[in-house]
Nanobody, 119 residues
Framework: QVQLVESGGGSVQAGGSLRLSCTAS????????MAWYRQGPGKQRELVAYITSGGSTHYADSVKGRFTISRDNAKNTMYLQMNSLKPEDTAVYYC?????????????WGQGTQVTVSS
């Protein structure tokens, strides 16, 4: 079984920074795409950013230039450095990864970590 565990959420004032981490554990052969999603109050879940196993990245327009996604393949860990945070970034942030095990590939989600940005 594969588990994704996020950490690093919290409360910060507008303009501040937070760094989220997501670590995968279990019988992992490799991890392909990894991504961060978020769901704000009363909103649908949306893609924030993704990173391929080779390090190519993509960002939502709303976070470009402020957020940076990265990963450490040796540690099965992904990060999201969030700078210049805005109140509209307030959301539960979820880690997502396509993980290949001995049973094949599947999509996994973390439990979510709350980020609250006050004005």
């Amino acid at each position: 079984q594969v588990q994704l565990v996020e950490s690093g959420g919290g409360s910060v004032q507008a303009g501040g920074s937070l760094r989220l981490s997501c670590t995968a554990s279990g019988s992992i052969l490799r991890i392909n795409l990894m991504a961060w999603y978020r769901q704000g109050p009363g909103k649908q879940r949306e893609l924030v950013a993704y990173i391929t196993s080779g390090g190519s990245t993509h960002y939502a327009d709303s976070v470009k230039g402020r957020f940076t996604i990265s990963r450490d393949n040796a540690k099965n860990t992904m990060y999201l450095q969030m700078n210049s945070l805005k109140p509209e970034d307030t959301a539960v942030y979820y880690c997502n990864a396509f993980v290949v095990t001995g049973r094949g590939g599947d999509d996994y989600w973390g439990q979510g970590t709350q980020v609250t940005v006050s004005s």
